[in-house]
């Protein structure tokens, strides 16, 4: 028997077994189970030891196999041993476990250091009329354009390469069309490269390890998308924020930020900002890259929105504008397809993305290849421009619609900004409201939002909140903001009742 | 016309062109050309500002428009102004250009300060025997298999639900799928959880991210898998190597450093280790718990190969060893199937997850859902088993021929590791030989291989190599090691006739 052949698990220990009582009150699978465990506890049996297969050990013991099985359930149980399918089952208990296993290893001490980010808490429901995420609607994706787009790459003579591992730059054929695109849109300096990520989000990890050491400062909207924050936070940045207004960053704060203590590098989100919506003008493009150049602060333009504009004319892309080469670009198919497939690129200066190209093998090597393939025969094929055509129609609508509804439901004394494009409006509500407050009472009336403080970079801004109106119908839309205005309303009564007293008491 | 309704573009600057003479020499394009670039360069038009569209331009002159278009042309090579398809064209230069864009945005000091990592040159070549890279064969790809999979996926009623933004966590039936496996498998405890990552190399990352702070030691083998290396180095972590021999990690050394010098945690790969091949017998695993328990510190489990055994008898993961939950097990799909896939997992304790899930969505938001889906039907379905039986014969067959060429044609003085699995093999040469010469020499004969150096963390070790035999066939395999015996051969007379002299000289 293999069993007996393997020098490495003992089975001294079987010797030791007394006889079972087949007269005894106890069941034999208890008793074999009360023998077996005390050679455990006393450590006769070791750690990791093998059991024999209840097989053999009933043929050894002449008992029934179904004996054999209950004791080692019971010892399972007991946390004395462990099966492992295919292999039988291993000592993991020892004379040590029994007091050792009520101190296991305490990881709180090892995991306290790192600061955790500020996450939002799980807003769901059936009927819960949501303006939380900033993401497209599940109803506009072309399933059937998609299903092609991946039967053709199954069909791709070159599928085999697709699978195997690839390169930390991209998929080369993406990659490829994806910085010809980039020439074409003169957005494209001659000394430029582009590498592919996993979405924006990776691209300004990617930034932040190649470019930060803890304690850097690093210059940002405020507010802004809380996953910029997170991942800079993250690496010990210390967060310079410059407001955001309806018309994009204040230029005077960031040229007194850039002219004083220069950061290490400006993050922007030049259109259709989330959380704002604002889009940044020319004048304040021209006047940050004058600037950052002169105060030697590199730009990263984030901008995964760019192809979402409903009104209005597209402005140069910072990246455009910068002869210079100080500015590195961060677009995503993400918004304008499908965010589930997580591909995104970064253009910007050879320099900095050979070594975000080194960064990115060291994190994950590659961004996997099939969505990579995928999204190229959908962009090559016209299928993403098409269903472009269909997201800014539905945009639009829906942009209006929640424009309209602002007018129409919100009380007066709130305020919001007017986007030209993108996912999300920026609604900031009379004083003395606190857009928590008024969270907490809209969900219990079937409506959610995002209040400002999970945007919040130095200042504090109670009473603004993030309404994402993309994945929303124009009538859901609608109906949301009208019991949005209702509960509104109502906590300023209460928050004003509140005051009174307060006020008695002066 | 939408051009001169816009105010933020100013047109002033057309008032200013003379009348180009249509009698001179110069051409009227290069007239326009040298209006229209004095303007720029003296400021009075500003950068960002759109020019009128040729047409537009040419019906204000009364010029033929390709004229106008020539004129563009030569200011867009002269770098002062860019197009962009579908919105114009901007002045991108300016005054200050000619004098600035020699003195581009310097880069260099922003990139000098994070070190950057060890990387491979890239070796190629239609004929090259490569043993370079520790990956399967794509020839055994089971693409229709594959292809059905993707079908299945394509067809599932919630199709648009992978497409849409995912969780941290991973794509859910997949993590609660691979969950249900681990505790089938009595790898996961109680109070465990799982996360899914972009492969074991970006559970290495999270864990770092979560756990270091620059100048923490952590605990490695030497020789070990670059990519290790790199993302801990990466992050500012101190390496100390402990030596790895066929038997696995040296627990008298690891056991000293534990005691003396606790790391922040212990990285070890348990079974065929990248690059030696080796497995960590049990009575080590046992060794390494009660080591790292005493001294507070915890285990990661680097297990990407653990499918992958052609030979022997498996030995329990040291993560199903431990019942103290001090370990966390890094296991991946990439070995056993498609790299080109980045999914793989991790399963720990849940505080641990917990801040790993936390760092996930600060990196790259999910792991791709269209790859985890695809991977997950694979698996369902029966076919990641069928597959795995083919990898494992062909692995074997494999194996045994890289053994056998090893045997049959290096040198004697060579000395290699016999690993019961995986994709690597570790080769000593006889001294003086160093590997990096006999690369450069086997190149030229049409064999490469991955010298020492790359996988080096605290130790010289100049005669090692590593070959990786999983990509290859029997008879290439067999081929290429008939070449690289001769090469050796050929570089241990020349290194014993270099000694000759110098020993003259003694």
Redesign the interface.
């Known amino acids: 028997m293999l069993f007996f052949s393997?020098s490495?698990y003992g089975i001294l220990w079987l010797m030791d077994l007394l006889p079972l009582d087949h007269q005894g009150e106890a069941p034999l699978y208890r008793q074999l189970f009360d023998q077996i465990a005390g050679q455990i506890r006393s450590g006769r049996m070791?750690?990791?030891e093998r059991l024999p297969a209840t097989r053999e050990l009933a043929g050894l013991l002449g008992l029934n196999r179904a004996t054999i099985s209950a004791a080692y359930e019971m010892l399972?149980t007991g946390?004395l041993i462990?099966?492992?399918?295919g292999?039988g089952s291993?000592v993991?208990?020892?004379a040590a476990?029994p007091a050792?296993?009520s101190?296991?290893?305490?990881?709180?001490p090892?995991?306290g250091?790192?600061g955790?980010?500020v996450?939002v808490a799980p807003l769901s429901g059936k009927d819960l009329i949501s303006f939380v995420?900033s993401?497209p609607s599940?109803?506009l994706?072309p399933?059937d354009e998609?299903?092609a787009a991946?039967?053709a790459v199954?069909e791709r003579s070159d599928?085999?390469?697709?699978?195997?591992?690839?390169s930390p730059a991209g998929y080369e054929p993406l990659r490829r069309h994806l910085l010809e695109e980039s020439r074409?849109?003169?957005l494209a300096m001659p000394g430029d490269d582009l590498i592919v990520?996993?979405?924006c989000?990776?691209a300004l990890?990617l930034i932040g390890?190649?470019?930060l050491?803890?304690g850097d400062r690093v210059a940002i909207e405020d507010p802004v998308y809380a996953?910029l924050k997170?991942?800079l936070a993250?690496m010990g940045a210390q967060l310079a924020g410059v407001p955001v207004g309806a018309d994009g960053i204040d230029m005077a704060q960031l040229r007194r930020l850039l002219d004083r203590e220069p950061p290490?590098f400006v993050v922007i989100t030049s259109n259709f900002q989330n959380p704002t919506g604002a889009t940044l003008?020319?004048?304040s493009?021209?006047g940050l890259l004058e600037a950052a150049?002169a105060a030697?602060v590199?730009v990263v333009e984030n901008d995964p929105y760019c192809d979402l504009r409903y009104l209005g004319?597209?402005v140069?892309a910072v990246k455009?504008?910068d002869?210079?080469?100080?500015t590195v670009l961060l677009r995503s198919f993400?918004k304008v397809s499908?965010?589930?497939?997580?591909v995104g690129w970064a253009l910007g200066?050879k320099?900095?993305i050979d070594?975000m190209r080194?960064?990115k093998?060291?994190?994950?090597?590659?961004?996997?290849?099939?969505?990579q393939a995928?999204l190229l025969e959908f962009v090559e094929s016209g299928r993403l421009e098409t269903h472009r055509g269909r997201v800014l129609a539905a945009g639009a609508e829906r942009l209006a619609a929640t424009l309209a509804a602002c007018r129409e439901f919100l009380p007066a004394g709130s305020a919001w900004t007017r986007p030209e494009g993108g996912m999300n409006l920026w609604v900031r509500l009379a004083p003395p409201l606190d857009a928590g407050d008024v969270l907490a009472s809209a969900q219990s009336h079937g409506v959610a939002f995002l209040p400002g403080r999970y945007f919040e970079v130095s200042r504090r801004d109670a009473g603004a909140l993030r309404l994402s109106f993309a994945g929303l119908t124009p009538e859901k839309i609608r109906k949301g903001l009208e019991i949005l205005g209702r509960v509104i309303a109502e906590e300023w009564e209460r928050a004003s009742e509140d005051r009174e007293p307060a006020a008695a008491m002066v």
């Open positions: 393997s490495q070791a750690r990791g399972e946390g462990a099966g492992h399918v292999r291993f993991t208990g020892s476990a050792t296993a101190r296991g290893f305490d990881w709180r090892l995991l250091r790192n955790s980010p996450t995420a993401r599940d109803a994706f399933l998609f299903r991946c039967r199954l599928l085999a390469e697709i699978l195997q591992l690839g074409r849109q003169g990520t996993n979405g989000q990776q990890d390890r190649v470019l050491a803890p996953g997170n991942v993250g290490r003008p020319l004048a493009r021209l150049h030697g590199p004319e597209a140069p455009q504008l002869q210079r080469g100080g993400s499908f965010p589930g497939l997580r200066p320099p900095l070594r080194q960064a093998e060291a994190c994950d090597l590659h961004t996997d290849q099939l969505s995928v």
